[in-house]
């Protein structure tokens, strides 16, 4: 056994003195005070690589025309695309756009993220309620609501597609209790109700563990203070429980807002292409198809769209951290 | 204003049973203090008379008036946590008003009551600030404030000073004796600090592993104490222990051959106690007289406090460490054999079967002359 341990010492002492050549080097030639630099390098050049140069090109791309992927083909024209997308006589009313497939994303995107946004604020903030008053089984239930959030968004469109379809499951028990089948993602309400209720379920176990880790970390004897204090229930959810909760709840409402925005796959998958018609057509779906799917491919149209949304997500998320930081 | 009493309270939790069977009756206007070591049930105690816990067995009363089934509010009391236990988010105006605002009090009377706490306790210039722009003893003026507002029947402290520094814990208990003189309220305190419940209470409860060891006065827990706990427990050093058994009971005395001490005279009546009882002899530091007399002390180390000295060492044959106190400062050194006299007047004698206190004739005679 000792004699292993010191076989690893020198092994290791082996390779410290390796690596130490090349880094003494370097700091000789740049000096110790820019030594952080060669440290933080790998993340670095990762960020670099996979997130700021894949940003940095889709702005470039924005800016130029054409239908060629390679950026030396593609002409340089302007805000050309950002003028085709804004250009709109009504902006309510999506025909009078020259882009109207964009607008009618727009809207459905706006409806999809106002309803998801609530819906899951209100049913993780109930779950995280019910689940922090429970002491029995907490786990096993926070396990429950945190199992879809595992599964693969492709997956979870094609499971609920088959729970909808005309002979799927929810409509053999419709049958069953005497009703009529409901062919659902024919119905544009029907449709639009489960794109929301499958998101709602699919990630609510992720929002309802961020809720309640902040509901838990509330001090008990704040509880008991206000109990003392003839405090009713409506009044301690209202005047302590939200506001404390509030730092997470923000964490909640940015990163829901982003993920809503950016909605795609499960929607995709369940309503087959954003149907019917084009009342589940989100905005990245309009980019894809746009960019990739159509025969035409306007990748600086695409690239445009996704700018905007870009900056219109960085707003909101900069309104809503002013807000957070206002309350405290 | 009311009266507390406790009637044969019992609380389990599960299956462990942490107070057992505790009666108390606090007076109108009584400050109490509920002192022992961690995990004696005191807090439980305060908490189930606050109704933050739910009451086993027994009863308890505020006043007249039946509360065990009531809740905290019902009950018109105020509680300062140890932890503060502020409102975070809200002003210290806030924090102060509402309680005061669950009754839906007049706003002006609520303002009114405010700026009377505020200006009692010094907060005035604090009323716009959250709690986490104040410091440790400013929290606690707000807590104890936002008790005052509600004009309670009985304050409830649980453990207040225990997160403030040594200054400022001497002046904040200072400001609650204060205090309880101005609102003459009943008030129950509990600590294990028993330096603050010896000088801040007019009775204290010693509490031990859920059940009530003794109830006094704090000079009633020092001279008398019921029994080997409570003697251990109460005064700082803690007081000096010695095995002996009884020898001889003839002739009106009663002699023990003690450990480390030889054969003493004990100050206890001769039909108290048996030939060959085993007993437990107490004595406090403070009670001994360094210099002379007829026991040796080995000293082991000093501690100097500049008025007053402590002095720690062995008895040939005791295991333990005993203290000896001295009025003044005292050079020694380790190693020195120092002579000392335990006068037979100061001694306390305990039962070593049962632990109680065996009454001695001084303070037999003390109980006469009183």
Redesign the interface.
Known sequence: MTQVKSLLGTLVGWLVSIIEIPFNLIERVIGGRRMPWVFMLPNLVIFGVFTFLPIGLLVFYAFTGGTEIVLTDRPFIGLDNFTRLFSCENFLSPYSCRESMFWIAVQNTVWYVLLTVSGMLAVSLITALVLDKITKGRGFFRAVFFYPVLLSPVVVGLVWRWFLDTNGLLNSLLVDIGMERIIFMLDVFWSRFWVIGVSIWFQMGFYTLIILAGLQAI?R??Y?????????RW?VFT??TL??L?PNLVVVLVLLMIRSVQVFDEAYVLTNGGGPGTANTFLVQYIYETAFASDIRLYGLASAASVAMGVVLLILTLIQLGLAKKA? | MASLSIDHVVKNFGNVEVIKDVSLKVKDGEFVVLVGPSGCGKSTLLRLI???EDVTKGDIFVGDENVTRR????RR???V???Y?????MSVRKNLA??LE??RMDRKEINDRVSRAADMLGLEKLLDRRPKALSGGQRQRVAIG?AIV?EPSMFLFDEPLSNLDAKLRVQTRGEIIKLHRQLKSTMVYVTHDQVEAMTMADRIVVMHDGIMEQVGTPLELFDTPANLFVAGFIGSPKMNFFDATVTSTSGGTVTADTTGLGEIALPIPSDSVKDGEKLVIGVRPSHTEVGEGPFRLTVEYQESLGTETFIYGRLAGVEELITLHVQHHYETDSGVELSFNLPAERLHVFRASDENRIPTTTAMQKGASQ
């Not at chain 2, 236990?85 to 988010?89: F, N, Q, T």
Request: charged content about 15%; cysteine-free; glycine content about 6%.
């Open positions: 001090p004897d704040i008991e203070a206000a109990a003392i204090d003839g405090t009713p009044r005047n302590i506001p404390m509030m405290e | 606050a109704g933050l809740s905290p509010a019902q009391i105020a509680m946590f140890q932890s236990a502020l409102y975070p988010h509402f309680g669950n009754l936002r509600r």
